[in-house]
């Protein structure tokens, strides 16, 4: 069951995963983006966090309360991406005080959708839908979530080595990406590990 007090204890955790991976994050973007990952999540992470103080029982409005934080903090095209998944998601659990397990993976496959319909990408585009997809496909078979996070985003990162990345800036440097790892993914997979 995820809740309240679980939902603070996750965002506390990966605002310090982000502050740790920081400068990985923009350093796997600053090869074929514009170098700004890590700034995007720690900004946003670190507004949520100041939000936590806002947190109800009703998990729908903490969702909405993560998404205004993105769009205050973030202009970037994966922070808006982060945004959309955090509204549409509050949107699906408004009033609900609890999560079960049919109910976070309903929260991942809307993260999915959001960011295949908003970011106009496609499963196999080498993305962070990609490692998303691997995770809805792992808690189906298993509630260890810890080691569906982990496995699933490390699975991806493995599954993707030496193909292209095809969608947004990085589709400029072409055969470059297939030796680089996509940041979102790498990001995913670093975040895992608060899990």
Same mark, same amino acid.
């Given at each position: 069951?995820?809740n309240?007090e679980?939902?603070?204890?996750?965002f506390?955790?990966?605002l310090?995963?982000?502050?740790?991976?920081y400068?990985?994050f923009?350093s796997a973007?600053?090869?074929?983006g514009?170098?700004d990952?890590?700034?995007t999540?720690?900004h946003?992470l670190?507004?949520?966090?100041s939000?936590?103080?806002?947190?109800s029982n009703?998990?729908?409005a903490?969702?909405m309360?993560c998404s205004?934080?993105f769009?205050k903090?973030?202009g970037?095209?994966?922070g808006t991406l982060?945004a959309?998944?955090?509204?549409?998601?509050?949107?699906?659990?408004?009033g609900?005080?609890e999560?079960?397990?049919d109910d976070?993976?309903a929260i991942?496959?809307?993260?999915l959708k959001t960011?295949l319909?908003r970011?106009?990408?496609?499963l196999g585009d080498?993305?962070?839908?990609?490692s998303?997809d691997l995770?809805?496909?792992g808690?189906k078979n298993?509630?260890?979530?810890?080691?569906?996070?982990k496995?699933?985003?490390?699975?991806?990162?493995e599954?993707?080595k030496?193909k292209k990345?095809?969608?947004g800036?990085?589709?400029?440097f072409e055969?470059?990406?297939?030796?680089?790892?996509?940041?979102?993914?790498l %990001?995913?997979y670093?975040? %895992?590990?608060?899990?």
């Open positions: 069951m995820l309240k679980g939902l603070t204890k996750i506390k955790k990966l310090e995963e982000a502050k740790n991976s400068d990985d923009n973007d600053g090869k074929i514009d170098g990952l890590g700034v999540i720690l946003g670190k507004e949520v966090n939000s936590i103080g806002k947190f009703d998990m729908g903490n969702f309360l205004q934080a769009v903090k973030s970037s095209s994966f982060i959309f998944s955090f509204m549409n998601i509050s949107k699906n659990l408004k609900k005080t999560c079960n397990h976070i993976i991942f496959e809307t993260s960011i319909e970011g106009k990408t496609n080498k993305t962070i839908a990609d998303l995770i809805i496909k808690l298993n509630k260890n979530y810890s080691g569906v996070f496995s699933a985003t490390k699975k991806a990162l599954d993707f030496g990345i095809k969608i800036r990085a589709r400029m055969e470059k990406t297939k030796d680089l790892d996509d940041p979102g993914m %990001a995913l670093r975040l %895992a590990k608060v899990f």
